[in-house]
C-alpha cells in the first residue's frame, strides 16, 4: 500500500513539473511570437507589431469579389483595426461593389476589458469565406476568403493584440 501510495504521489509530482514546464514553454513561445514580430515590423511596442500584423493579415486574406464567382452581388471586404480610447479597438470594414463604383465605410467600436481574448472562427466547407466571432457576444466580427492558416493565424495575432489592449 505505501509503495502504491509513493508511487502516485510521484506521479503527481512529474505531473505539476509537466505543468509547470508547459506553462513555460507557452510563455517562451509567446515571447518568440512578439519578439518575432517586433522585428519583422522593425519596432519595439508589441502593439504596434500586433496592429501591423494584424491589418497585413486582413489584407492579405481579405474577402475580394475575384472569389465570388456565381454571386450575385460580389463586393470587396476589407477591414482594418486601430487603437480607440483606452480598453477599446476599432475595426473599420469597407465594401465595395464589384465595378468599385459603391463604396460603403463602417466602423465598428470593440470593447475588450473583461472579455475572454480568444479569437474563435469557423471556415465552412461549403463556403468561400471564414468567419472570426466577437469574443464579447459571438457574433460575427469579419469575414475573410475562405483559408484555415489564414483565419488561424489572424485569430491568433488578434487574440495576443486582445490581450496587449487589455493591459491598458
Known sequence: MAMLLGGALLACASA???ADDAAA???AEQRTYLDGLKRLYLTDNERQALLAHSNALLETYALRAGYQVGQAQRQDLLYR???GNSGE???RE???GAQG???AVRNQRVAVFGIDPFIRYECPTDGIRCVLFNPADSSPL???VRD???AGELAKALSFLIRNVQKG
Do not use: N
Open 89 to 91: 479597438l476599432i475595426l
Open 142 to 144: 469579419l469575414s475573410i
Open 101 to 103: 463604383t459603391a463604396i
Open 81 to 83: 483595426f486601430s487603437t
Open 25 to 27: 514553454l507557452q510563455g
Open 16 to 18: 505539476v513539473s509537466s
Open 148 to 150: 484555415h492558416d489564414g
Open 94 to 96: 469597407e465594401s465595395r
